[in-house]
Nanobody, 114 residues
């Protein structure tokens, strides 16, 4: 079974940038997505990218600030986050899109200070 491991989170000031990575233990022949869960809130969709990167999709709240990409040779999906806002604070997860329960990992914490 493929395992997904997220990394790249951290503490950043508002307006800053972070790049998240999601490494899969094997090739994922799927549309992949990033999701996030803020304290006290349900997990929500952030961005998705098709298998060969021809199409991407973003939540309205991150459009124009976040960019999803993937490198299939490295089994890795990225999320470049720019112009970060305090409301972006959350644990970020990657998964297939739509997500599969058995792929949820530990996520990576992103904290944006004002």
């Amino acid at each position: 079974q493929v395992q997904l491991v997220e990394s790249g989170g951290g503490l950043v000031q508002a307006g800053g940038s972070l790049r998240l990575s999601c490494v899969a233990s094997a090739r994922t022949y799927s549309t992949m997505g990033w999701f996030r869960q803020a304290p006290g809130k349900e997990r929500e969709f952030v961005a998705a990218i098709t298998l060969y990167g021809s199409r991407t999709n973003y939540a309205d709240s991150v459009k124009g600030r976040f960019t999803i990409s993937r490198d299939n040779a490295k089994n890795t999906v990225y999320l470049q986050m720019n112009s970060l806002k305090p409301e972006d604070t959350a644990v970020y997860y990657c998964n297939t899109n739509p997500p599969a329960n058995y792929y949820w990992g530990q996520g990576t914490q992103v904290t944006v200070s004002s």
